[in-house]
């Protein structure tokens, strides 16, 4: 049985305790997005949950302690969350859903308590929300043969070991808005590339009053880059930004893009058996 900490046993006794949940997203590099469907913004062990709209069904656990699939549904009114998700591919990290116990003053009392831990299967966004897919961490041990779906599209990440593209060659980094610019088109003489070059692509802004803010690039042409979505304001001439290429996961791209075909992982035909050594 499940020992609370004393704090949680007597604030429990008192009416006005309330509790809430918080997810946190482990990314790739070691960081993580954490989101609280409290009504604000909430610190919880010095880290800070950010306030959304969240929803996700039960999850019970099976005979073999492994918990089942779940699918958490979080808002994405401002773009904000498919931005990040788009910028850190959160497949294969660490999900991890917690409840917590707040006081009437809206105080964390006690320590988090599990309700859920697993990783991330996929996302799915759209205008307003951002389904993330989790699966035990025991669904590691299932595997088949083929591990992969016969699928016209890549299920490779844009630059990992099986795509084997190293995206940092094509990079472009240290670079300068022209005057002109919009919140959602980055005005810059210095694009000079193909038309659809950073098409699929990630542009990071460095310094300005837009610093920091991540966005897909929906095309691009001769002096301009246009967003998927606009950022929160029009940059200013000078303002920097680093620009990555991008793949939409299709043969033709992979091939006229990045000439990557030999490490493609869709499937073409579907031929009766194909081994990826």
Not at 43 to 55: A, H, I, K, N, Q
Not at 79 to 84: E, I, P, Q, R, T
Not at 128 to 145: E, F, I, N, P, Y
Request: hydrophobic content about 40%; charged content about 20%.
């Amino acid at each position: 049985m499940r020992t609370l900490h004393a704090d949680v046993i007597t604030e429990i006794g008192q009416p006005a305790v309330t509790f809430c949940y918080i997810l946190e997203l482990t990314l790739s590099g070691g960081s993580a997005l954490r989101y609280t469907d409290w009504e604000e913004n909430l610190v919880v062990d010095s880290d800070t949950y950010y306030s959304r709209g969240m929803e996700f069904g039960q999850a019970g656990m099976n005979t073999t302690l492994a918990t089942d699939p779940i699918t958490i549904t979080l808002d994405n009114v401002d773009a904000a969350l498919a931005a990040a998700a788009v910028a850190n591919d959160l497949r294969g990290g660490g999900m991890v859903l917690q409840q917590v116990f707040l006081n009437a003053a809206g105080a964390v009392i006690g320590d988090p308590v599990m309700v859920w831990s697993g990783t991330c299967a996929h996302t799915e966004l759209d205008e307003d929300d951002c389904k993330v897919h989790g699966k035990s961490q025991m669904a590691k041990l299932d595997r088949t043969c083929p591990r992969r779906i016969f699928d016209k599209s890549c299920p490779w990440v844009f630059g990992d070991s099986d795509c084997a593209f190293d995206a940092s060659t094509t990079q472009v980094t240290a670079q300068t808005c022209d005057a002109g610019a919009t919140a959602s088109e980055i005005a810059d003489a210095a694009r000079t590339e193909a038309d659809d070059y950073w098409k699929d692509g990630i542009l990071t802004m460095t310094s300005g009053a837009t610093s920091g803010q991540v966005r897909r690039v929906l095309s691009s042409a001769s002096g301009t880059v246009t967003l998927e979505h606009a950022l929160s304001a029009a940059p200013a001439a000078g303002d920097g930004y680093t620009l990555q290429q991008g793949c939409d996961q299709s043969w033709n791209t992979c091939d006229s893009r990045f000439s990557n075909t030999d490490n493609f992982g869709g499937f073409v035909s579907l031929a009766e058996q194909i081994v990826k050594y």
